[in-house]
């Protein structure tokens, strides 16, 4: 059995007071693997990794790292405990150059500052050429890969990314999606949003579905390549009862 790193049990969480977004959201994220949250638009997705990341209050629930509770830690003090985040949208600078960057998300590394910088200097060549070039220059797929190697800056056991193929050409996402694979098989616990439903499938290790805000179906990812259930629950015609939070 994979090491489970984090695991958020009965999530219920919102952006304002007495107006939950989740409910009673549960989920597993092991090492080694990339688990797949899936859903249609306003499903809560995005809502679940950042109140997993501490930006958000839980009213209800538990998040554990390591089987140590997280739940309500602030966001800095979750980078120190390993885990990251690349979010959906403004991950990084563009107007600062891609070293400004990497030296920000640096910032916490102390004396392995310069050993972290020059691995991922050499993990992104890409990069490491444009070094001195504004970030808002760089092509969307190479914007992605500088937010996770600001993810990485920070070396962490868990990296959250929020849709990171989003509207990148079919190629570049392809990459990106590759990328985030070859993260966990070096070991590090993945957790993945994706629009891009049937490529992401083909390479992550479990996949849960969110819908309106609550569990919907979790399942070995590759079992729900070519399943009508999750078409199903895409367009509305299969939901849970409101009633019947799954854990
Ligand atoms: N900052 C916010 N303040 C209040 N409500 C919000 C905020 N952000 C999102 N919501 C609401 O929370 C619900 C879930 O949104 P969320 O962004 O988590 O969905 P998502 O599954 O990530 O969708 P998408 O696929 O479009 O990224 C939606 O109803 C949305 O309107
Ligand atoms: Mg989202």
């Not at 009965?10 to 859903?39: E, F, H, M, W």
């Not at 390591?66 to 985040?85: H, V």
């Not at 600001?150 to 989003?166: F, G, H, K, W, Y």
Request: aromatic share 2%; with cysteine; proline share 5%.
């Amino acid at each position: 059995m994979a090491e489970t790193v984090l695991e958020a049990r009965g999530i219920t969480a919102g952006y304002v007071p007495d107006l939950p977004i989740l409910r009673s959201v549960s989920l597993k994220v092991a090492a080694g693997q990339v688990t797949l949250i899936v859903g249609p638009n306003g499903a809560g997705k995005s809502t679940l990794i950042k109140a997993i990341a501490g930006l958000l209050p839980v009213s209800e629930g538990r998040i554990t790292l390591d089987s140590r509770e997280i739940t309500g830690i602030r966001p800095d003090q979750l980078t120190a405990r390993g885990i990251a985040y690349v979010p959906q949208t403004d991950n990084i600078f563009r107007g600062l150059t891609i070293r400004q960057n990497l030296d920000l998300a640096l910032r916490g590394a102390g004396a392995e500052g310069t050993s972290r910088l020059e691995a991922l200097l050499a993990q992104f060549p890409a990069l490491a050429e444009k070094q001195r070039d504004r970030a808002g220059t760089l092509s969307g797929g190479q914007r992605q890969f500088l937010a996770v190697a600001m993810a990485l800056a920070t070396a962490p056991r868990l990296i959250m990314m929020d849709e990171p193929s989003a509207g990148l050409s079919p190629k570049a996402a392809e990459e990106v999606l590759i990328h985030a694979r070859g993260l966990a098989d070096e070991g590090r616990a993945v957790l993945l949003v994706e629009q891009n439903v049937k490529q992401a499938l083909r390479l992550a290790d479990h996949c849960y579905v969110l819908a309106e805000g609550r569990n919907q179906l979790d399942a070995p990812a590759r079992d729900l390549l070519g399943d009508t259930v999750l078409g199903e629950i895409y367009l509305g015609k299969r939901r849970l009862a409101p009633e019947s939070g799954a854990a």
